[in-house]
């Protein structure tokens, strides 16, 4: 009984580990296919750019609406459903002509499916399942989502190089969605209690929730109250830095910038995939430490690196693999989406149960800087003639953001949080 009681939750971390793997990769397709959609269509760099960024909207905008109606239909459905519309929105592009089919393809439908299986998707989990280790899964399941979307890209790039080109990556990608489908449906569960034991770490059996009735109502409400606090918007604000810089300009960006100075397109994405591998690290890492040190510092820390990090991209850029690059690399990969655990354990701290849907629309901060950045960043390389101007504004913003995290003051701590934090240091 004891080990049924710890294998269960790692096994439901795992499950939503492979989802957000794969989702994310699927959602990250485009990122390695701008230069064949250009040589085939002729769209500008903004044109691709601004369906990306109608991507990384709805897939932060989804979060919390995806968060309220996984406390009303279930976790299982609402991932079924979102991996069914990934595939959808993958396999109907190759029969696109037109740039605005590209919106709707990629831009919608895959946005609204990767954004139902996002980092909202991680606070449920994490909540639901876990009272010892939160920061670990989370940091884990993050990693997922962030690794998975540039391990991806160089599988990409290289079928996009195949006989059927660009089209053979999306029909790949359509396919494997499908398949998760099944996977998902018949292995997870929805709460501890239906397989009849406590969330990891606690002792009782904690009855599952009845379902809401207003999904929508409940996003929205949780919204309206996170909004009174201050803590909500200083992380809101800085969590739309931290996807403006990564999301928005290093997934999107990097390729078509290293392919700028004759780096080829395969090449430059192997780096963003060995950024995925050093994330993973990274990530973990950085729930590991949200469980011990203090989350404020720990954001102040990831953002002021990630900015000086930024700041001297611009002069790495080179047409073969250096050194310099490789160091930029994996410093980047280990700082990536570190940000998420300490975010995650403030949104617990303040918004207590609420985490999982407050969270949620911080993350829409997220995707809505991302989406920002991935049409400015394009915009500049128009208008410019180089990604320059973007990586140095994207370097400044992050020295603002380290600033906003010492700024987030501590929640007042009562007993009943002492008495909650007690089990997870046994």
């Given at each position: 009984m004891i080990r049924q009681k710890q294998l269960w939750p790692w096994m439901i971390a795992a499950i939503g580990f492979v989802a957000l793997v794969a989702a994310a990769g699927f959602r990250a397709t485009p990122g390695a296919l701008v230069e064949p959609l250009q040589n085939e269509f002729g769209w500008s760099t903004g044109?691709?750019?601004?369906?990306?960024?109608?991507?990384?909207?709805?897939?932060?905008?989804?979060?919390?609406?995806?968060?309220?109606?996984?406390e009303r239909y279930g976790v299982r459905k609402v991932t079924a459903v979102a991996m069914t519309l990934i595939a959808l929105g993958s396999g109907l592009a190759i029969f696109m002509t037109a740039s605005w089919q590209l919106v709707m393809l990629w831009g919608v439908l895959v946005g609204l499916g990767a954004g139902s299986i996002s980092l909202g998707f991680v606070a449920t989990i994490g909540t639901r399942w876990f009272v010892k280790r939160q920061g670990l899964v989370t940091g884990l399941l993050t990693a997922g989502g962030a690794t998975?979307?540039?391990?991806?890209?160089?599988?990409?790039?290289?079928?996009?190089?195949?006989?059927?080109?660009?089209?053979?990556?999306?029909?790949?990608?359509?396919?494997v969605a499908f398949a998760t489908v099944p996977f998902v449906l018949l292995f997870f569960r929805e709460h501890p209690a239906d397989?009849?034991?406590?969330?990891?770490?606690?002792?009782?059996?904690?009855?599952?929730?009845?379902?809401?009735?207003?999904?929508?109502?409940?996003?929205?409400?949780?919204?309206?109250?996170?909004?009174?606090?201050?803590?909500?918007?200083?992380?809101?604000?800085?969590?739309a830095i931290c996807g403006a810089t990564s999301n928005g300009l290093i997934n999107t960006h990097f390729i078509p910038a290293a392919?700028?100075?004759?780096?080829?397109?395969?090449?430059?994405?192997?780096?963003?995939?060995?950024?995925?591998?050093?994330?993973?690290?990274?990530?973990?890492v950085s729930g590991w430490l949200s469980d011990?040190?203090?989350?404020?510092?720990?954001?102040?820390?990831?953002?002021?690196?990630?900015?000086?990090?930024?700041?001297?991209?611009?002069?790495?850029?080179?047409?073969?693999?250096?050194?310099?690059?490789?160091?930029?690399?994996?410093?980047?990969?280990?700082?990536?989406?570190?940000?998420?655990?300490?975010?995650?354990?403030?949104?617990?701290?303040?918004?207590?149960?609420?985490?999982?849907?407050?969270?949620g629309w911080v993350f829409a901060a997220h995707?809505?800087?991302?989406?920002?950045?991935?049409?400015?960043?394009?915009?500049?390389?128009?208008?410019?003639?180089?990604?320059?101007?973007?990586?140095?504004?994207?370097?400044?913003?992050?020295?603002?953001?380290?600033?906003?995290?010492?700024?987030?003051?501590?929640?007042?701590?009562?007993?009943?949080?002492?008495?909650?934090?007690?089990?997870?240091?046994a």
């Amino acid at each position: 009984m004891i080990r049924q009681k710890q294998l269960w939750p790692w096994m439901i971390a795992a499950i939503g580990f492979v989802a957000l793997v794969a989702a994310a990769g699927f959602r990250a397709t485009p990122g390695a296919l701008v230069e064949p959609l250009q040589n085939e269509f002729g769209w500008s760099t903004g044109t691709i750019g601004f369906a990306m960024s109608v991507n990384l909207a709805l897939y932060g905008v989804t979060a919390p609406f995806a968060s309220a109606l996984m406390e009303r239909y279930g976790v299982r459905k609402v991932t079924a459903v979102a991996m069914t519309l990934i595939a959808l929105g993958s396999g109907l592009a190759i029969f696109m002509t037109a740039s605005w089919q590209l919106v709707m393809l990629w831009g919608v439908l895959v946005g609204l499916g990767a954004g139902s299986i996002s980092l909202g998707f991680v606070a449920t989990i994490g909540t639901r399942w876990f009272v010892k280790r939160q920061g670990l899964v989370t940091g884990l399941l993050t990693a997922g989502g962030a690794t998975g979307s540039l391990i991806f890209l160089p599988v990409v790039a290289k079928l996009s190089e195949s006989d059927g080109g660009w089209r053979t990556a999306a029909i790949v990608t359509s396919l494997v969605a499908f398949a998760t489908v099944p996977f998902v449906l018949l292995f997870f569960r929805e709460h501890p209690a239906d397989v009849g034991i406590p969330p990891y770490g606690a002792d009782e059996v904690v009855p599952a929730p009845e379902p809401t009735r207003n999904a929508g109502r409940l996003a929205v409400d949780a919204l309206k109250s996170a909004s009174h606090s201050k803590a909500f918007w200083v992380l809101a604000a800085a969590f739309a830095i931290c996807g403006a810089t990564s999301n928005g300009l290093i997934n999107t960006h990097f390729i078509p910038a290293a392919h700028d100075h004759g780096m080829p397109s395969v090449t430059a994405a192997g780096l963003l995939a060995l950024i995925g591998v050093f994330d993973l690290v990274g990530t973990v890492v950085s729930g590991w430490l949200s469980d011990r040190y203090d989350p404020r510092k720990l954001l102040a820390v990831y953002y002021g690196l990630r900015g000086l990090s930024l700041l001297v991209l611009p002069q790495l850029f080179d047409d073969k693999v250096t050194g310099f690059m490789l160091i930029f690399v994996i410093f980047f990969g280990l700082d990536f989406i570190a940000t998420v655990p300490p975010t995650v354990a403030l949104c617990r701290e303040h918004f207590g149960m609420s985490a999982p849907i407050v969270f949620g629309w911080v993350f829409a901060a997220h995707q809505l800087g991302a989406a920002f950045a991935a049409t400015m960043a394009g915009v500049t390389r128009d208008g410019f003639g180089t990604y320059a101007p973007a990586w140095y504004a994207a370097g400044a913003l992050c020295m603002g953001a380290a600033a906003l995290s010492l700024w987030t003051r501590r929640r007042p701590e009562t007993v009943e949080d002492t008495l909650i934090k007690e089990p997870a240091r046994a």
